[in-house]
């Protein structure tokens, strides 16, 4: 159990255009979902939470109308990096947690992003 | 702020020799500590998580952690790898339980056969 699903694995867009990605969980309700930003060779930065229903925290230095969020049921939180550049290039990662007084996160297996 | 070390960004052990995976926190009260392992094409797995208790913490695959107050330390360890353990690790520190949690920037532990 405990499954998280993104779409797409890997997309590659021209500068300038918008790309969604989408993080579900599979077979269970997340009330939270975190999406992170990783680096080659680094750590995951948390980018943003989202909680159902609610507009997303977004983490300092994170530019909230270029990475726009939308945790729109409690399976299903989207992504949307507007107006890419190559240095939006990454590979993006969501989680879900089931509850607060859970907390253990599970993780999607990523959306790589090349922005040419 | 609270902060993850993981001093050794590359570690290189033999198949069936014993493992042990640095991570120092920094952090004023008791943390929320925790080990992920990434491999390629996978999404990141918690091996185990250290809320409160014990302080040997067992986990998934045979992993095993202890938590260090007085040392700041929750380091990773394992009896005897094998080829499959090849993969980055992940260290992980939350202020609450329903915090957000901080990532370690990572060791890639390598297995020679």
């Known amino acids: 159990g405990a499954v998280v699903s993104q779409h797409p694995s890997r997309v590659i867009c021209k500068s300038g255009t918008s790309v969604k990605i989408e993080c579900r969980s599979l077979?269970?309700?997340?009330?939270?979902m975190f999406w992170y930003r990783q680096f080659p060779k680094q750590s995951l930065m948390l980018m943003a939470t989202?909680?159902?229903?609610?507009?997303?925290?977004?983490e300092q230095g994170v530019e909230k109308d270029k990475f726009l969020i939308n945790h729109a049921s409690l399976t299903l939180s989207t992504l949307t990096v507007t107006s890419a550049h190559p240095e939006d290039s990454s590979f993006y990662i969501c989680s879900a947690r089931v509850s607060p007084s859970y907390n253990e996160q599970f993780f999607g297996p990523g959306t790589r992003l090349t922005v040419l | 702020a609270q902060s993850v070390t993981q001093p050794d960004i590359h570690i290189t052990v033999s198949e069936g020799a014993s493992l042990e995976l640095r991570c120092n926190y920094s952090y004023g009260a008791t943390p929320y500590l925790f080990w992920y392992v990434q491999s390629p094409g996978q999404g990141l797995q918690l091996l185990l998580k250290y809320f409160s208790g014990d302080t040997l913490v067992q986990g998934i695959k045979g992993f095993e952690a202890e938590f260090k107050r007085s040392q700041s330390s929750f380091n990773l360890r394992k009896p005897s790898v094998h080829w499959s353990d090849a993969a980055e690790y992940f260290c992980?520190?939350?202020?609450?339980?329903?915090?957000?949690?901080?990532f370690g920037k990572g060791t890639r532990l390598h297995i020679l056969p």
């Open positions: 992980a520190v939350g202020e609450n339980r329903d915090d957000k949690i901080i």
């Open positions: 077979d269970f309700q997340a009330t939270t």
């Open positions: 989202s909680n159902e229903g609610s507009k997303a925290t977004y």
